[in-house]
């Protein structure tokens, strides 16, 4: 595929480094390695190597959504991929599906449920800090998957709009406060999950869930383990992320 | 949702106690509650409470994807929620995406990825024990995913069909064969990951993947922690599962 | 090492089938591999091999306390040894350790104390169940470990009898009403170690602790896990422990 | 206990803020927090408070071997309290051991065994880098555990001087060269256990194990997971030590 002006591009040294950028006829961009003239790049393909003018090869690839997300990961580190991964199973959230979900925060989860339930489906996302919401519309135009969101500035435990959503989502400092509505905004058989940092916030939820009536309530957490791996020295990484959070989630029955 | 004859419903007694069920005229269904008159359901609403002859009451719920899943996964085993979705997080899978995958096994992990890349996406599954590849046709088929799944009875070690796909995703003995062939079948900048249990298949593979120039390889595994949530006795489950696989990742980037 | 008449040896199959047998004249043994005579045993030398009638060969090998505690361990499985050394170390036992423990229990966590603090340490053991004391004296009366530990048919909560001891050791269900107490009979600097199944047990006892001015209190949690190690086949175990207890520790400072 | 001259104690501020001192008539210790003159501290109690020059309280409290041995760990980090006390038990040490270790390293684990095998056991230490040896005296000598410990400087690969053991401890590069060897050194019925970072280490080790007939071969990870316990607040540590070395153990069984 045939690299145009406008497009963001990749620019890869190795693992450690790597650059979007953008680009634009005329313009140069800088790196420790060198300068780099983006008309260089017009009209090649992806996968081609460009010099720097300190004559080191840069590879220059495609972007996709997980260049973006781990990027915004990288620089705000609230939820992890693990997570968001198993949030989103356990939620059933797939082509189609209607989610309501809070806080927006920074809309790393908002994003990436927007971009499984395209196109058919849609994301209705809570927040109450409105500086927040502003990161967050900017992070899901830059991906794209902004008609498939709609932000709400509204505080998610005074209420939730929607009736008959397949799923809610929870990212929240009280989810216990949320038990309630969600049930009446989910269809029968509709799918909560939260995710929560301490066991006390999955104790509050769990009760409130069993008192509403929830049924299939699951506590769990996943621990993510690096390798190091190379022919006779392969060993887990020495120093490892211990914990996120737990991700509690039940199905409405009645 | 009015239950109309020929549904599939769950019928839901408690966490351990429930079964997926077609709703077919005249007949009864048998549990070791009692029988249940299939007819005393037509018509009802989804979350009703139906009564077996031992004046027990049961929940009629709709059926969702991951109802059939866990209980294609209970028979089977061979690979867990935590794995499927974090493989398709790494294989960046999303509505759309073109996948080639094998072995095709009895389909798990086929259908999570035809559900996520509808309707526009499709996965070509590759399998060389025709048995298994009925097994899991019959399960895709039950699942409504089979025209995004192209079943191919072949040996994928010995070549891939297809080009400039977005995905390659391994579940099988000797991933480390099929590198090279994989490496032809992706897109520039396309993802490639693969699932094993043991520490020597990860080895093999990724010494494959440096030889053939794949950039961000990683390797992780993912350890799930069920928990007992209880008012002042929580406490992490007794016995878990230890070990499932190890989840290798890479990107195509020449 | 000659054997003798009254002497207990281990007759070993394999890893899975291995007998604690008392040599006595006269004596069979039987064994699902066939019958051995005692007799036989005597005066030879530990590492022989003896024949059972169907002609299976069975090593015999010197007992050691581990052998002993490995089979209270597997009945009673209160304890396992991660937990019995790590507590040990927190508490800082070592020969010559005056060391307060309660509960008694089965007397796993007080034969590994007497162990290590033999020949002149002393445990002072609390236990308000008679039967269980009764199963511990046997079990410390076979280890040889009697006259290291005195054992007190006493309720901890009511009040410690031992003042200016080095450690409090605790494995009860409610630890954190001896905090106050152990605080008493520890000298300065002396360390208290408390092991709990449930995170709501440590919340309070880690807030008796801050609360009673003890210092360095930390909670931790050892995870262990097996491996099945074979060439080319190397694999966590697929079934694993998830959880035994929290072990939270911390020292008298004034 | 009366505090006098030439003691050494630990100067406590809080938790990360603690310092071993040794009482000099005349002199002074400097803190972030003030001067302390020691002349002040002696003909005190354990568990005083005296006065820095800027008016701050410290605690003084008396040493054990557990505020050495993790002085010295945070220095070298190259075996932790969980695994040395895990490898001792595997190993059977206790009072009147005796031990052959490799290699020395700083002395971490001798320190820990010496600790254990008193006052009748012995430790005899193999290393081959006199550097390390030497410094490994010094913290041996500052324990006051010398008197216990025989230092070799000497290749273990080559062969052990003694025999008929208890146990033989590794935790070297090459643990698989010494299998043999420890076989010959160990009595009937000893027990080896080595400790390793690598998996590759392991499998190596483990053949050898198998080769050389020793029995209840076993491979564990033992992995530690520090809390944040505060009421209402309670969750895992976020960093943390991902992975020191796997632990195998068998037996000497002919």
């Known amino acids: 595929m045939e690299i145009k002006e406008g497009d963001e591009v990749l620019l890869y040294l190795n693992d450690k480094n790597s650059w979007i950028v953008k680009i634009e006829k005329g313009k140069t961009f800088h790196t420790h390695k060198g300068v780099v003239k983006l008309d260089d790049i017009i009209g090649k393909s992806y996968g081609c190597e460009i010099q720097t003018n300190m004559a080191v090869s ?26 968001l991964c198993y949030i989103c199973f356990q939620a059933n959230i797939h082509p189609g599906s209607i989610v309501v979900e809070a806080g927006t925060g920074s809309g790393v989860l908002t994003s990436y449920i927007a971009n499984l339930i395209r196109p058919d489906g849609k994301v209705y996302t809570y927040e109450i800090r409105e500086e927040f919401q502003k990161i967050a519309k900017k992070n899901i135009e830059r ?29 929240m400092a009280t989810p216990w406060l949320v038990v309630e509505e969600a049930k009446k905004a989910l269809k029968i058989g509709g799918r909560f999950v939260s995710f929560s940092p301490t066991i006390n916030q999955v104790e509050k939820t769990v009760e409130a869930m069993k008192l509403a009536g929830f049924i299939n309530i699951k506590t769990i957490e996943l621990i993510i383990r690096r390798y190091k791996v190379k022919l006779n020295e392969t060993r887990p990484e020495t120093i490892m992320i211990g914990h996120t959070g737990y991700i509690t989630s039940g199905r409405r029955a009645s």
Chains 1, 2, 3, 4 share one sequence.
């Open 143 to 171: 991906l794209g998957l902004s008609k498939y969101v709609e932000f709400k500035l509204k505080d998610i435990t005074k209420g939730i709009d929607e009736r008959n959503v397949d799923a809610v989502v929870l990212d």
């Open 58 to 83: 840069l590879k220059v690839l495609p972007l996709d959504y997980i260049d973006f997300l781990e990027r915004i990961i990288r620089k705000t580190q609230i939820i992890y991929p693990k997570d």
